[in-house]
């Protein structure tokens, strides 16, 4: 197609030239802008910049780096420069990234937004307007310019107000599961109650009072007596608000008054606990299964397990089952999260932690599942027999080496240099260009 | 932020002081507008209604109040009426409500929207484009106006046409999964047959015949035996249309005739048909795996259930199981409304009924779970050994008290003062100034 | 309301009269738009094609036809032709539909979009804005007001560039899982190995080294010993890409290399690995139980069943576990991607795939369980005691009709006059003027 053809097409220009940078001139492309990538290096910045009036900048740095860009000051006055950058840490004292640019730069006018966005979902996102990109600002004709943008590269555009809310948004992306901590501390709480009750009752108070040696119960026995009753007091946990709130509004006489804030808070969490209900319910419904098929089918085994020497075979075949159970649910948790919806509602922390350290908690209890399963027999001759290695020894050789792989990883003497080349540091530069 | 960057903001005008209005202003507020309150009261409406001009006007009360408004005419005039009333009830007669608001205001633009949010999702909602605000109305531009500040909101919105279609959007909210009445329909009717028709077989006919008593097969097995049933005839109702689609176009000798409504529904139908389908197909997975387990586990104790007086045994037990698997079922039910994509696909009367109707039902099975179980031995004294009460009792006092106050507010002298509350009545007030 | 009103409203063209012109003109409708409807016959045409000026044209025809609308060419001249025809093949040589349409119609603006919606979705789908319409072509404005159109129907507009890029969006329709081939055939592999490893160790070399015949173990427990081998190492294989990236990031001290091509690749399969991972645990978990129960209960059974001429008892008991399992697991897959944000992900051949060819695969796994069931005794006289046949013969009468009809609709005197007519033959037509 003719050049004269793309005349209509938007500029953007892009500081910077790391992932975020690459994606989102790839992505900026597909949709038809014509990209300027240039390094905040003045003399690396390609003439274009100088040319291109009136569009876009793009400052795809790390905002320490901000102060180095004050020599291109006369280039980028009277431009909108759209700041992607993210905070550093929660509760940051001081004026965010974004509030800090716009006085560096009083005659460019400063856009906060798409910081939300990884580098990963700019390359491979589907275009599907259900992701979101937040964006505020002061100028209301630089904050249009934006919107439409990001409405272009088929994302769904937000106007969340002036750049007072940057530093709400340059958080966000930070925010671990806020929503989902009072519900999980309940949970925790409730269960450790039931627990210890139950333990108290069962096993210690048989073991003073007739000297009645009940430990193995505590790894599954025990816990499936607690699981029950947590799932049945954290769904009544889930009615309670609205009836406390249906009382309040009977007593007042009236629905103009706000509630206490403890009850405000209780409700939005309704959700979240029933859900940890709906959890808790399916695990006590599958230690049931397996507690029942372990009864029927391991009778004697448990009979003979009675005597002292052979309660270490409950013990192992117990910490089989629930490895077996908890990993299998660590993994529909993970399944669950690749629902594009569901994925969606994630920002970049949550959706790392969820991948990653579930994904790595779900293989370490595959392969202790495995282990407690082959433990008694991995050492016997006749496991090996016509030379050939038991199956479970061979599908534990590729676990364990992504295991101790992540965890040599986790070393320092890995983790210090990888973040470092992570944050742009490249091994062949000298100390004093180092940025 | 300078109070000169804020010109370019639009202004908006909220006549109503309900839950709706607050939550409207305040999401209103978040995206950078600039809002005006006013009660529906001339004498309590702020001079900035009478000052800010050309702005949109969103009237947040019922509509028989609209006549109230009837003073204002002169104010009104010129501006942009926008009617977020849902109907009072479903099949009514006459004129829609925006309708009648567009009679009484013939110098105003009147535009149906929003109707479809509940306060709840206006505050607590994500700023995701996939929550749809349907808009109608006959003056394109006004419509434009208002299209334009629901996107702005974070809204998808979606102009569907002219003020007729007015009574569509405000009977939208009321309908009740009418796409899931048939297949239910059908699917209570294909269990009732099958499970009569085994009835009749195993436990009718063997006590008629031979005074077989078979009565204990009630509750779980013949349930079990009628599920799979239903689930393979409804998976083949499934692919019935699509053949039967076939034959007609092969008989017809063409594609371009209409097929006959009964078929174009059922073609319709065939994702719930299918739904249903697996639901029962995983019913009766589960109910095998508890009946199998209980005929290896329990082979002596329904052994001696033959004898007559055991019988009251294996009752309470199958309730017991039935309870949990269906109380498990319903939460899991309510587990999957609670992702993003499915709940929002839900109207706010669907959302409700999920989420508290089958929410409290759950609530009820969990509860009658734990009853069966500790039947017989609540009252025995061995349960309440080293002075502690049996777990499952603990468990129960707090959704006791829920189900108990639920149905203390569901009598008369409670529900109609809270309606009335809810509807905006004050105690305080006296009556002549109530609306 | 009066025609007066509804002079801003856009004007839209159809060629074509088949199933997606006549949704499209629906929808159009309900949105607010005139729509005018003409065959591609010049002398069926509306003259109101004539006269509406400046409009969009769609053509809703088949890529072969149209060399058909050359004589109108100059009635189009001036306008943008909406080309939404998809390739009818992956791989083609040469231009795409939409190029070779540009070239038959050089005054015209061909613009490419709308492809990938099918007629049902506009019929029936929600006003979701979560539905994309991706559209490329060579001029802006032309492209602009398409973008416009499509966002008024309640589809989320995105602009993907140049006409150059229209292959790939004929072409999207038709790809089947390019992104889950890889993943599967990986498990497939593994799942061989295992399987056979297994077979070699405890069914092969036993027969050999002391004649045990242990052909019975090959339907249910070999394939439950290969199953956790298969998952756990595939769960591993989710994590290796990203442990072999930082080795590489280290090793090459600097992140802006890219990657090799394969491990790229791999990168964005983890996703698919671990939802297949999880897949093998889940079944081994169902299996496990069965298995388990199976050994409780039925343990006279397998113990009979060593003698040689019992051994088809434990065949048919183990087949009738597998097909029961795999038919729900399934509907499960079904029922996923009924959930609106998964459906929404997949192209229309997918969702076919998977509604069509998987529904029929679970019907045709359903009536296999029930037959393995109901084997022995359905020809047994007790079977049919006071006349009334067993309830799994009921059961299985609509779902073997369907499975017939299928049968029947796929031998080719039925499918190729069925594939005829939904290309658009008529029956009555005579031959010379079939287009």
């Known amino acids: 197609w003719g050049l004269h053809k793309r005349v209509g097409d938007p500029m953007v220009c892009i500081l910077g030239s790391g992932d975020f940078s690459r994606s989102l001139s790839s992505r900026l492309r597909c949709c038809g802008c014509r ?13 274009a910049l100088a040319e291109a009036e009136g569009s876009l900048v ?10 180095s ?16 950058s993210n905070a550093s840490s929660l509760k940051q004292e001081g004026l965010s990234n974004a509030q800090r640019l716009a006085q560096m730069f009083p005659c460019s006018s400063v856009v906060k937004g798409f910081n939300g966005l990884s580098a990963w979902t700019l390359l491979t996102g589907a275009y599907d307007h259900s992701r979101q990109v937040l964006v505020c600002g002061d100028c209301p004709s630089s904050k249009l310019s934006v919107l439409a943008l990001a409405q272009r590269l088929g994302f769904g555009a937000v106007d969340v107000g002036g750049l007072s809310a940057s530093r709400a948004l340059e958080e966000a992306p930070l925010l671990l599961f806020p929503s989902w901590r009072g519900p999980l501390l309940t949970t925790m709480l ?11 009752k069962n096993v210690l108070m048989p073991f003073l009072d007739r000297a009645e040696n009940n430990l193995h119960h505590l790894p599954l026995i025990t816990v499936n007596q607690a699981l029950p009753a947590v799932a049945l007091v954290m769904l009544s946990l889930v009615y309670m608000p609205g009836l406390l709130a249906s009382v309040l509004q009977l007593y007042r006489g009236t629905k103009y008054k706000r509630f206490p804030d403890w009850l405000d808070q209780w409700m939005c969490a309704r959700k979240q606990l029933g859900l940890l209900s709906f959890l808790c319910a399916a695990l006590h419904a599958v230690y049931s299964v397996c507690l029942s098929i372990r009864r029927a089918s391991g009778y004697m085994i448990l009979n003979a397990a009675v005597e002292d020497k052979k309660k270490v075979l409950v013990w192992r075949s117990d910490l089989y089952l629930s490895s077996g159970i908890l990993g299998l649910g660590v993994l529909c948790v993970l399944a669950l999260t690749s629902l594009p919806s569901v994925g ?11 991948q990653s350290g579930l994904g790595y908690t779900s293989l370490v209890l595959s ?4 282990l407690f399963f082959g433990w008694d027999f991995a050492f016997l001759p006749r496991a090996y027999q016509y030379y050939l290695p038991p199956v479970f020894l061979l599908s534990l050789v590729l676990p364990c080496c992504v295991l101790i792989g992540r965890f040599l990883l986790l070393l320092p003497c890995c983790s210090v240099p990888l973040n470092r080349i992570r944050r742009g540091w490249e091994k062949n530069k000298t100390a004093p260009t180092q940025h």
Request: glycine content about 4%.
């Open 69 to 84: 860009l004050l020599t291109l000051r006369p280039l980028l006055s009277g431009r909108i420069l759209v700041d992607v």
């Open 190 to 200: 409730l269960f450790s109650f039931f627990y210890l009750y139950i333990a108290l």
């Open 35 to 47: 990209v300027v990538v240039g390094s905040r290096d003045p003399q690396r910045l390609p003439p």
């Open 58 to 67: 793009f400052l795809a740095l790390y905002p320490e780096h901000y102060p």
């Open 344 to 354: 969606q509602a994630l920002n970049w922390r949550e959706f790392t932690f969820v």
């Open 367 to 370: 392969v202790a599942h495995v």
